[in-house]
């Protein structure tokens, strides 16, 4: 059975840092791309940052780029995006996927897998 699982949300203030985690089992992570999303209240779940299988390329949301770092830890099963300078706008339930020799693309419908999301509240 593939899980995976969300950790590290919080609430932080606007400025501040997080870094989640998520941790796969049930499948061979390094044969899988990841990616991050997010959604609101009230809005869409949209892309954040993704992570090849293979050599590992990234790519980000504009939103986000520079001050997210997706990374992997095959050898742990586990995907991270680090967040900093965060600001409200941040707020979200992050959610990590998978997909099979995925790229880390944006397009949710590509993900196989999906965690239960992890909630990260950023004040002003």
């Known amino acids: 059975q593939v899980q995976l699982v969300e950790s590290g949300g919080g609430s932080v203030q606007a400025g501040g840092s997080l870094r989640l985690s998520c941790a796969a089992s049930?499948?061979?992570?390094?044969?899988?791309?990841a990616a991050w999303f997010r959604q609101a209240p009230g809005k869409e779940r949209e892309f954040v940052a993704g992570?090849?299988?293979?050599?590992?390329?990234?790519r980000y949301a504009a939103s986000v780029r520079g001050r997210a770092t997706i990374n992997r830890d095959n050898a742990k099963n586990t995907v991270f995006l680090q967040m900093d300078s965060l600001k409200p706008e941040d707020t979200a339930v992050y959610y990590c996927?998978?997909?099979?020799?995925?790229?880390?693309?944006?397009?949710?419908?590509?993900?196989?897998?999906w965690g239960q999301g992890t909630q990260v509240t950023v004040s002003s």
């Open positions: 996927a998978a997909e099979p020799l995925g790229r880390g693309n944006s397009d949710p419908d590509r993900y196989n897998y």
């Open positions: 049930g499948l061979t992570f390094s044969n899988y791309g």
């Open positions: 992570i090849s299988w293979s050599v590992g390329n990234t």
